[in-house]
């Protein structure tokens, strides 16, 4: 689909350029071709597209200060895009970005016109008429997809690496960790930080559980943004998960919300399995504490096990991380365990 973003439009400026900031870019500037065209409006106010005469001029450096920018111009207008410089000095990626308005580039003299990620390309433009021919606007999305997706397997590596780091993740590396309140799970600046000797292996059964999943694999990178995060909580054989809870009714659904996956290798901070005092509850777990009511022995320990999957199209596709707590019955357990039971069959 060819797809047209929204221009720029900037007053006109002469650049006096004395140095390039870029030296190597400056075989950038020249007349382009356009796969499918820029538009403009003619004398009798006619919408055109011109697909010739573009005009990309590579600025180093004006008024004494680096720039390193690209002005594009055709007749309907112009606009500027910057270098990444960054990208640029570590990985050799010419990638000139403003607003929604981005140069990606391809071939030397060839660049896709795309919107800020560049996930969606408008045009492509090429020194040569004859390059078109094989930079279309689905090979030049194909090749973005190609380098962002390498790009982006380059930062999480680097991000993977630094959790490495720290004790609580690179010990507990694809497991579900438990603390017996939120702030366990201590993150400084987004980073595991918490001291594992917090991390709790048994709990009474209703006192507060919280819980983090510490993976190595990023559920976004792998699986993409329209995947979720689905638990399942097991005791006795039995088995519950959020998924099939919430397709229960309406009721259920509200009760149980969608687990957005975070672009990351951890939750933010713990997740509730059940705490009264902060008045956290993750209906999922209270549903398999149902089927368990009326079952357990007083003075016993049940494991529970916690597992995190990615899910996405209606099934799981990947496990996170699983992890066992001991959970202890005790007789001032019976009146959590009631509460629930009251809960569970109200909805």
């Not at 606007?137 to 997706?149: F, G, H, P, R």
């Not at 991380?321 to 019955?329: D, F, L, P, S, T």
Request: a positive charge; glycine letters at 8%.
């Amino acid at each position: 689909m060819k797809r047209k973003f929204v221009t720029l439009l900037l007053s006109c400026a002469t650049y006096s350029v004395s140095l390039f900031a870029q030296a190597d870019l400056a075989a950038i500037s020249g007349k382009y071709f356009a796969a499918d065209g820029f538009e403009f409006e003619n004398a009798m106010k006619m919408k055109k597209k011109q697909k010739d005469d573009i005009s990309v001029t590579f600025v180093g450096e004006a008024d004494g200060k680096i720039q390193n920018l690209v002005l594009v111009k055709w007749k309907g207008g112009e606009f500027k895009a910057f270098l990444d410089e960054k990208l640029y000095n570590k990985k050799k990626v010419v990638w000139f970005k403003e607003s929604e308005n981005t140069l990606f580039e391809l071939a030397p003299g060839v660049f896709a016109i795309a919107n800020k990620d560049g996930s969606q390309v408008g045009d492509v433009l090429a020194k040569d008429k004859n390059q078109l021919k094989d930079f279309d606007i689905e090979t030049a999305k194909a090749l973005i997809d190609e380098k962002t997706s390498e790009l982006k397997g380059d930062a999480d590596n680097a991000a993977l690496a630094k959790y490495m780091k720290f004790e609580a993740f690179k010990n507990n590396l694809d497991k579900v960790v438990f603390g017996d309140n939120r702030n366990t799970f201590y993150n400084a600046y987004g980073e595991p930080a918490e001291d594992p000797k917090t991390h709790i292996k048994s709990q009474l059964i209703g006192k507060p559980v919280w819980y983090n999943c510490y993976s190595k694999t990023n559920a976004v990178a792998k699986y993409g943004k329209t995947a979720e995060i689905n638990i399942e909580y097991e005791m006795e054989g039995v088995k519950v998960d959020r998924k099939s809870q919430a397709k229960k009714g309406r009721n259920w659904a509200s009760s149980i919300p969608k687990i957005e996956p975070r672009d990351d290798y951890k939750f933010l901070g713990g997740r509730p399995v059940c705490d009264g005092s902060a008045k956290s509850f993750d209906y999922a777990f209270l549903a398999l504490m149902n089927e368990m009511n009326g079952k357990l022995l007083f003075g016993k320990s049940y494991n529970l096990k916690v597992t995190v999957y990615a899910y996405k199209d209606g099934a799981n596709v990947g496990k996170l991380g699983e992890g066992v707590i001991a959970m202890k019955y005790e007789p001032e357990s019976q009146a959590a365990m009631d509460l629930w039971k009251k809960w569970v069959d109200e909805l």
